[in-house]
């Protein structure tokens, strides 16, 4: 039988739906119109399950078990709880260890005040850092843009997106795709006439020096693309 056209049932906090074999919950819920926070998820980009706010209980029949909604594929028919009390509670969790990184970036203000959790566990630091370590600046430069200017190093608390040895790379077109994904608007994309800088990057790129093959490329990527795609 072919998979691609089967249909599986799922169930969302009460309300049933039958999506194609291999469709998310996460991708589920929306066709309901049921709400599951995420700080990582876009739908152009594969799932990286990393944020965690989109953690949900499903119940296969077999057991029930935590999964995050983005990166689960439906395969057999589902219960699924996605606000029930020990996920309320997981996901507080989270959004403390969020708040405690970055108190002052309004997206996880808005998650805290919507789940209640007025601040960080007293045992937390705060950091006070902008990025929330989505790791969509970097999946977007290498899977979309296709250049992988920057990447994540370190480990823990002190994990943190960077170029190569933090230092400019030649490699990093300036496109400004980081810039427009990023959740925080941490990362700074200015252009001033043919100047195109990305701060964060130590990157600056005059477009017009660019080789006239290359120069519309640089110029129309973000309009081509974004406008209609994120």
């Known amino acids: 039988m072919d998979q691609s056209s089967e249909q599986v049932k799922v169930t969302i906090d009460g309300h049933s739906v039958s999506v194609p074999y291999d469709t998310t919950i996460l991708e589920a819920a929306e066709k309901l119109r049921i709400y599951i926070p995420t700080l990582c998820h876009n739908e152009n980009l594969p799932a990286y399950a ?21 990166a689960y594929p439906i395969r057999r028919e589902l219960t699924v709880s996605t606000n029930n009390e020990k996920v309320t509670r997981i996901r507080k969790g989270v959004i403390q260890l ?47 843009v296709g250049v992988s200017a920057i990447g994540i190093e370190g480990r823990g608390a002190d994990r943190r997106v960077v170029p190569p040895y933090d230092e400019q790379n030649s490699q990093c077109i300036a496109c400004g795709a ?22 964060r990057w130590h990157r600056e790129l005059d477009v017009s020096k660019l080789p006239d093959s290359e120069r519309g490329r640089y110029s129309t990527f973000l309009q081509n693309f974004f406008k209609d795609k994120l």
């Open 50 to 70: 990393v944020c965690r706010v989109c953690l949900v209980e499903i119940d296969d029949g077999r057991r029930k078990r935590i999964v995050p909604s983005c």
């Open 98 to 144: 969020l708040y405690a990184r970055c108190p002052d970036e309004p997206v996880v203000q808005q998650l805290a005040a919507r789940y209640g959790v007025e601040g960080p566990h007293p045992r937390m630091v705060k950091k006070k850092e902008d990025c929330v370590m989505c790791g969509l600046c970097v999946k977007v430069c290498e899977q979309i």
């Open 178 to 199: 980081c810039a427009y994904i990023c959740p925080t608007q941490c990362i700074k994309f200015t252009e001033d006439g043919d100047i195109r800088r990305l701060e």
